[in-house]
């Protein structure tokens, strides 16, 4: 059965009713107590409360003055797959159990407000996804793979415990009992295009699944943990649906599967460090990672476009040793230095990579399932690919080797000509970059908070000056996020999905430098500027005044950049 879609929300002084508009039944949940549990429908509710309606429950979250619940109120229509309708979530809510804040004082009340904003941060970063009949957390693939059991479950039950990114929200509902009430999220991008090409209509879709595990801004979370679970782990499904006949090709990207870090510390670019472990544990670590996603994905080819030269080159032979270490048969490394080959805005070299994996793409293949129901084809393993964010370089190599997937689906499917490729088709091409693009800036945005870097190669295919003074914009609105506000983001990131601990008072005790030394920055800086620009005629006097408080801009710059991890915004609550 379906989950219930259009409900009403009545609220008494000691309970919550939910009551779907289709349904027989009412989620009853008592404010006081916190139990949950189900009615049949009757007369149970005072029809003389007044109800609002919404779209979906989201879950419940115990904060700093109780609990919350979680709903959803707004939704956009992305399309359809196979048939069922896939929503986009446009806007939530979260209401108190509790009545009133007399049990706390005034600073836990405003630390509570604190909580409240970043559950709504986290909720209103774009995107979230979700379906009432089709369960989106899963491949076309794993979906047909899994047998009767597995599609007689609910579609909380059996969805990817890694993308259902409500998951500790959901936590007091998870009973059979609740079923059809609970909502599960996906967060990523999802986008589905009716396409023609030759007369024939035919509906492509993109669907980037980020994982919960390890989840975090782009500074604070890189690397593994100890249960082989990497920073901006991203599954990301192509789906072609031609009259019934339905085909999808699935690539996976990830941090590099080591010990490492890179915290900010106000330096544009601070260097990725490999953390002072032994070798031996770094070996483990990558080796469950790779355990872990070959059980998921089968043989796997790792594509590594991190720097051979600089800061990143450490930690891309690190990758590469312990690759060569752990000597695992099904996995391929394969090494491209994407700055390197492609520098002077020579992009087109990418066609290097691409045919140098185009074997192990062809012997991949992809999912094809016939509208007879005959099965002609399984994906036999996936390309993950890696840079250092795996965001910008990440995506144009993972459109390039999707159009790649889609010329051989399409001609399979007889929707092209065995001599015809996807870009000999403009008006598709154009809009299978503009897509890939998209995908970039969305999945960058959830990670670094801002949009991908690149994207005017993904959205036009060649590198152009305008791109190059957007990317400019982008990394300076990605310094100033990183050093200045992901500490918060990390800290909301944490406690949506239950791994911190609440504290109050959430205030975090500065040194003595993080006043001083931007005071002293500031009064430098307008006592040069004033000595450059006041004086009619310039003297000696004036050009040692100059000389003076021009030491002293670059004497504080050079202190504040030298204890740069003090002015960082950092997290503040510590992980459960």
């Keep these: 059965m379906d989950i219930y879609d259009d409900m009403n929300l009545y609220i008494t002084s000691e309970k919550f009713y939910i009551e779907p508009k289709l349904g027989k039944e009412i989620l009853v949940i008592d404010r006081i107590s916190e139990t949950v549990h189900t009615e049949i429908k009757s007369d149970q509710i005072p029809r003389t409360i007044k109800y609002d309606e919404f779209c979906g429950l989201l879950g419940s979250i115990n904060l700093l003055a109780g609990r919350y619940l979680v709903i959803a109120t707004q939704r956009e229509l992305v399309g359809f797959i196979a048939g069922h309708s896939i929503w986009k979530l446009a806007g939530s809510k979260l209401i108190p159990y509790f009545k009133s804040t007399i049990h706390i004082n005034n600073s836990q009340v405003a630390d509570n407000a ?179 996603t070959s059980l998921l994905y089968g043989r796997q080819i790792l594509v590594n476009l991190v720097d051979q030269k600089g800061t990143e080159s450490r930690l891309g032979h690190a990758f590469e040793e312990t690759i060569h270490n752990i000597g695992l048969s099904s996995v391929r490394y394969e090494a491209f230095d994407f700055h390197s080959e492609c520098r002077h805005m020579r992009w087109d070299r990418l066609s290097i990579l691409i045919d140098r994996l185009s074997f192990d793409q062809d012997e991949m293949g992809f999912f094809l399932l016939m509208r007879d129901g005959s099965l002609i084809s399984l994906q036999d393993g996936v390309f993950r690919t890696n840079c250092i964010d795996c965001l910008d370089r990440t995506n144009v190599v993972q459109s390039m080797l999707a159009r790649r997937a889609l010329t051989a689906v399409l001609r399979k499917l007889l929707i092209l000509k065995s001599n015809e490729h996807v870009e000999d088709h403009n008006n598709f091409e154009k809009l299978f970059k503009t897509v890939w693009a998209d995908n970039a800036d969305l999945i960058s945005i959830q990670y670094s908070g801002t949009g991908a870097l690149k994207t005017d190669y993904t959205r036009t295919g060649k590198r152009t000056r305008l791109g190059l003074l957007k990317d400019g914009m982008n990394s300076l609105t990605r310094y100033y996020k990183n050093n200045f506000t992901d500490g918060f983001r990390q800290d909301a990131l944490d406690l949506f999905h239950g791994l911190a601990d609440l504290r109050s008072p959430l205030s975090v005790e500065r040194g003595w430098r993080y006043i001083t030394f931007p005071t002293v920055l500031l009064i430098a800086i307008a006592m040069f500027v004033t000595c450059a620009v006041i004086p009619p005629e310039y003297s000696t006097e004036s050009l040692l005044f100059l000389l003076f408080w021009g030491a002293m801009v670059a004497a504080t710059s050079s202190t504040i950049l030298r204890y740069g991890h003090e002015f960082v915004d950092k997290p503040r609550l510590v992980s459960s």
């Design 114 to 292: 604190v909580y409240v904003n970043m559950i709504e941060n986290v909720l209103s970063t774009p995107y979230y996804y979700f379906s009432y009949s089709y369960d989106i957390t899963h491949s076309m693939q794993r979906l047909h793979s899994g047998g009767p059991a597995f599609r007689n479950q609910s579609i909380l039950a059996r969805a990817d415990p890694r993308f259902v990114w409500n998951s500790h929200l959901l936590k007091g509902f998870n009973k059979p009992e609740f079923k059809n009430f609970t909502l599960p999220l996906l967060h990523g991008f999802i986008s589905i295009n009716q396409c023609m090409i030759n007369g024939y209509n035919f509906t492509w879709t993109l669907i980037s699944r980020r994982s919960i595990c390890r989840a975090g801004t782009r500074l604070f979370r890189r690397g593994t943990d100890r249960d082989g679970n990497v920073a901006n782990f991203v599954e990301t499904e192509q789906i072609v649906e031609y009259q019934a006949d339905q085909s999808s090709f699935v690539q996976i990207r990830g941090s590099i599967p080591l010990y490492w870090i890179q915290f900010p510390d106000l330096r544009y670019k601070p260097p990725p460090r490999l953390s002072e472990i032994d070798a031996e544990e770094q070996k483990m670590a990558c080796s469950r990672h790779l355990e872990n």
